[in-house]
């Protein structure tokens, strides 16, 4: 209950200021986006220095966040700076070598393509929907942040839905030694709901979308959001961490909030065009 309670006096807050940013999109959106990775990476990195792995945190953070701003920038060359920034961290990996120099080098690679790099695709999801999906945006010029704030709110349904439904149904583990508090019955819950909710959130914000667009999105919100949890507990559990930090009260870190964002994000990116 003190955990709930925790939760939900973020989200008073929380919820209406990200609204607002993905409503305004532009600069506010990349900004939004680039603390997140910023915080995100920087708690990615910092998990498994107890195993005696050590990232480069400072650069990977530093050009983490260049990538993502040359990404809004400059979208077309996206794929020549996914490859540039990788041949960045391999001239990196040259300098004399500190403890375990290949692990941290590998390590910093895994990081920059885990966050930077799918957070990327959410980035240009709220910069290309209106284009890419011209009848689901109905002439509105915000479109995409109206997009964007269904998928977040369809993801904390499935995740709010997973929990409870665990709470009450749970009896068959679903990942038993990566998160043995999730349960198959849990999972169902979260598909459900992240279904319903994305469908209901899209004809209230995007009137236009079509229920099947909505209906595929809110499936890849129930399979891949809860993947994405799942992996990131997956890193936790071989860090031997509960949480990546403590900076949201009862939510933990930012990794942990926005860990299934991170994998949904590129596979609506890729819908959105391929629709």
């Known amino acids: ?13 929380g919820i209406p200021l990200l609204v607002y940013i993905c409503y305004l999109g532009g600069y506010f959106f990349l900004a939004f986006v680039v603390i997140v990775n910023v915080l995100a990476l920087w708690e990615f ?4 220095e107890e195993k005696d792995i ?23 060359y996206w794929q020549m700076m996914v490859l540039l920034f990788t041949v960045f961290f391999l001239i990196w990996h040259l300098r004399p070598p500190k403890e375990m120099a290949s ?30 999906q011209p009848t689901a945006s109905g002439g509105d010029a915000h479109a ?16 709010t839905a997973a929990y409870f439904g665990g ?8 990942a038993p030694n990566v998160s043995p508090n999730k349960t198959i019955e849990g999972a169902a819950w979260g598909f459900l709901f992240g279904v319903v909710s994305f469908v209901g959130f899209g004809k209230l914000f995007l009137p236009d979308m079509s229920m099947e667009f909505a209906a595929v999105s809110g499936a890849i919100v129930g399979t891949i959001g809860q993947l994405g949890d799942l992996v990131e507990s997956r890193f936790k559990r071989d860090a031997g961490v509960k949480d990546t930090s403590a ?19 590129p596979c609506l990116w890729t819908l959105a065009q391929l629709w």
């Open 167 to 174: 709470r009450l149904m749970g009896k068959h583990k679903l």
């Open 247 to 265: 900076l949201l009260p009862g939510h933990g870190g930012f990794l942990d909030r926005f860990d299934s964002i991170i994998f949904v994000s």
């Open 103 to 132: 692990a941290n080098t590998v390590y910093t690679i895994s990081g920059f393509f885990y966050i930077p790099v799918l957070l990327s695709s959410l980035l240009l999801l709220r910069m290309n929907f209106e284009s890419w």
């Open 45 to 48: 990195y910092k998990i498994f």
């Open 54 to 76: 050590f990232a480069y945190r400072l650069p990977g953070v530093i050009a983490g966040s260049l990538f993502l701003i040359l990404t809004f920038l400059f979208p077309q």
């Open 1 to 13: 209950m003190k955990d709930l309670m925790k939760r939900i006096s973020v989200a008073l807050w």
């Open 144 to 159: 995409g942040g109206w997009f964007i704030v269904v998928m977040f709110a369809a993801i904390w349904v499935c995740d």
